[in-house]
């Protein structure tokens, strides 16, 4: 499992500065370095 979420993340910069972030019922919103990301989850219970 680790495999995958190290492949994640290996492509985001490690100076990286996120200037906004909000995380809803559903939904998270991040905004870093002039540009956005917006996804939707579901809780694996």
């Avoid at 492509?11 to 559903?26: A, L, S, T, W």
């Avoid at 996804?39 to 694996?44: A, I, L, P």
């Amino acid at each position: 499992m680790w495999e995958l979420y190290d492949a994640l993340i290996e492509g985001i910069p490690d100076d990286i500065i996120v200037d906004g972030i909000v995380v809803g019922g559903e939904m998270t919103y991040v905004e870093a370095n002039g540009g956005i990301g917006l996804t939707s989850y579901r809780d694996y219970v």
